[in-house]
């Protein structure tokens, strides 16, 4: 065999997805453990959407509908947008991808800011382009060094709002300052996978934004039915963006990209909007639990608009993230991120949450003796 790789594949570092259960069981000898490291909604999504799941099952021998029409639809009257406006993706990861494989090639450039998402930066580099990284400034993203990080190269800018790993979130206000700034070739992709966790004053007007295009970068909303709604593993996001964007990420995705399951089980969650109210607010409570008690261990948990928190124990991430893992509660260190005092937790059920405390601060009185 003699393989002739691009240089731009060899050098990729895949993704590294957060500890699986199994395996932390199996290498550790620990039972019953807990995962708050993948921003995951730990109540699980609507029945309804499991019911719908059930029933779509008896269609597994036909194609899906490759338009998504019912869920497309549904999606529409839900934003107040047109379906011309909506592109889905095999969750927001493939939105991503589509935005990269359509914009970019060799030569091109991304922007996006550093620590956030892991994944613009590797789409980019399966395409040969190049990711130019503006670091967060105050844990905010940093507007200022993103404008000036674009040249006549750039074709899309990556700002994941709230931004992960931070939890942060930035106004409306300084939003729409920075867009109103953007050179007209290049297109920003807000990733709002974390939105729906986020208080009302940080929502952007998405219709506005969208339809006032004239002088103006094209804005394209990235949304997610993996957080709030409780179905990662159906593998349903997508876009809100103008219609000229749509008609092109339509032109590089799969006909059949989003699976029967899914659709069936996407459309269900997203007409139940009473059970999702109730996970927002459970969300908020468990939020405002865990920053009181980081902030009493010393912890210095940052303000979040999200379902996780970032925290800085003002010692080795790595140490406290290891003697986490023997009491069963896996977590992030942020040391890959480049914050090696720090790390990241998911909101989990208040019996979650509490193991969490009660293993915290445990591992911290081992560490700080
Ligand atoms: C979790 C997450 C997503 C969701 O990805 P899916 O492919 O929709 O599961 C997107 N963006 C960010 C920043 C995330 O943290």
């Known amino acids: 065999m003699q393989l002739i790789i691009p240089d731009y594949i060899k050098t990729i570092v895949p993704y590294p997805p957060g500890k699986p259960q199994d395996e932390l069981e199996r290498e550790y000898g620990v039972k019953n453990s807990i995962k708050l490291a993948s921003n995951e909604n730990p109540w699980g999504p609507s029945p309804k959407a499991i019911a719908a799941v059930h029933e779509a099952v008896a269609t597994l021998n036909r194609y899906p509908d490759g338009a998504s029409y019912y869920l497309t639809q549904a999606l529409?009257?839900?934003?107040?947008?047109?379906?011309?406006?909506?592109?889905?993706?095999?969750?927001?990861?493939?939105?991503?991808?589509?935005?990269?494989?359509?914009?970019i090639r060799e030569g091109l450039e991304v922007i996006c800011s550093h620590p956030s998402f892991l994944m613009y930066e590797k789409f980019t580099q399966m395409r040969g382009g190049r990711c130019v990284v503006a670091p967060l400034a105050g844990m905010h993203h940093n507007t200022e060094a993103v404008l000036a990080a674009i040249t006549v190269d750039t074709r899309l800018i990556f700002l994941d709002n709230p931004n992960n790993p931070s939890g942060s979130a930035l106004t409306p206000l300084t939003l729409c300052d920075f867009l109103a700034r953007v050179p007209e070739h290049v297109v920003v992709a807000l990733d709002e996978a974390y939105i729906d966790f986020a208080g009302p004053e940080l929502h952007l007007d998405i219709h506005a934004l969208i339809r006032g295009t004239k002088n103006r970068c094209p804005v394209v909303f990235l949304r997610t039915f993996s957080k709030a709604y409780g179905l990662p593993a159906l593998r349903v996001g997508y876009g809100l963006m103008p219609r000229e964007i749509a008609a092109c990420l339509h032109k590089v995705r799969q006909a059949f990209n989003i699976n029967s399951l899914a659709q069936a089980g996407a459309l269900a969650a997203l007409n139940d909007q009473a059970y999702f109210r109730d996970i927002v607010a459970r969300n908020r409570r468990g939020r405002q639990f865990l920053v009181d008690h980081l902030s009493r261990l010393g912890c210095d948990p940052l303000p979040s608009e999200t379902n996780f928190i970032f925290f800085d124990i003002h010692a080795d991430a790595d140490r406290l993230y290891e003697a986490m893992l023997y009491r069963g509660v896996i977590i992030r260190s942020m040391r890959a991120y480049g914050h090696p005092s720090c790390l990241r937790v998911t909101v989990g059920t208040d019996e979650e949450n509490t193991r969490f405390l009660t293993a915290i601060e445990e591992c911290l009185r081992e560490i700080r003796a």
């Not at 406006?85 to 935005?99: D, H, T, Y």
Request: proline share 0%; no cysteine.
């Open 76 to 103: 529409a009257a839900h934003h107040g947008l047109d379906t011309s406006e909506i592109v889905l993706g095999n969750g927001s990861n493939e939105m991503i991808e589509f935005l990269v494989k359509a914009f």
